[in-house]
């Protein structure tokens, strides 16, 4: 299973942008890149997800390397509610070993600072 | 539209009991994925179903089970129940994984 890389914590400022690094050198192909938040006591919740091309949507945005080998999630103007656990996952479905599984890691844990 | 839920939110059992969990997918969704979530370990992937047929199982003993129905609903189940069996247990459902996942807000089972 291809891994990434996350730092383990991240400190932001309310109302500033925040950028969340992966590095994910191993990955292949066809492997999407997925990021999910876990806020607490909660189950962790879809932000976004790309494979080759960058990525907007209403609660992020997703920059990838031209190598995919790392990534950035990106959120535009940090909110207390933003406060989480960030995983970077990669989602490959080929073969029945990776259908319907993510491999989360340890996660980056953002604090927001009002 | 209704998210995933899954029932109990909390459930307290003794060691040597079993457990039946259930989840309720987005109606549409066809996969359903389970997940055991605990400090030391974090999310761990257990199994996932596709149209009442278990496509892939994590690395989990065979006291952890589930099962699919017609309408997509899903049961896990866990049998002589550890100690270390008390976790957040997820699950997560998906129209393709292309498309994401959505997860529920789990079941917190703790085993006495």
């Known amino acids: 299973d291809a891994k990434t890389t996350q730092p383990n914590s991240m400190e932001s400022n309310e109302e500033e942008p925040v950028h969340l690094p992966c590095n994910h050198s191993?990955?292949?192909?066809?492997?999407?890149i997925h990021w999910y938040r876990q806020l607490p006591s909660q189950g962790p919740e879809y932000v976004i997800h790309?494979?080759?091309s960058n990525v907007n949507n209403r609660m992020a945005s997703l920059a990838i390397a031209e190598d995919r080998k790392s990534s950035t999630l990106i959120l535009h103007r940090a909110t207390l509610r933003d406060a989480a656990v960030y995983y970077c996952?990669?989602?490959?479905?080929?073969?029945?070993?990776?259908?319907?599984?993510?491999?989360f890691g340890q996660g980056t844990t953002l604090q927001v600072k009002p | 539209k209704a998210g995933v839920t899954q029932t109990p939110r909390y459930l307290i059992k003794t060691r040597g009991q079993q457990v039946t969990l259930s989840c309720s997918p987005i109606s549409g969704h066809r996969s359903v994925s389970w997940y055991q979530q605990t400090p030391g370990q974090g999310l761990q992937f257990l199994f996932e179903?596709?149209?009442?047929?278990?496509?892939n199982k994590g690395n989990f003993p065979g006291r952890f089970s589930g099962r699919q129905f017609s309408n997509s609903r899903s049961e896990m189940n866990v049998s002589t129940l550890e100690l270390g069996d008390s976790a957040l247990y997820l699950c997560?459902?998906?129209?393709?994984?292309?498309?994401?996942?959505?997860f529920g807000s789990g079941t917190r089972l703790t085993v006495v």
């Open positions: 996952i990669l989602s490959n479905e080929g073969g029945s070993s990776n259908t319907g599984k993510l491999i």
């Open positions: 179903y596709f149209s009442e047929t278990q496509r």
């Open positions: 997560a459902s998906s129209s393709g994984y292309r498309a994401g996942y959505t």
């Open positions: 191993t990955i292949s192909g066809t492997d999407y």
């Open positions: 790309g494979l080759t």
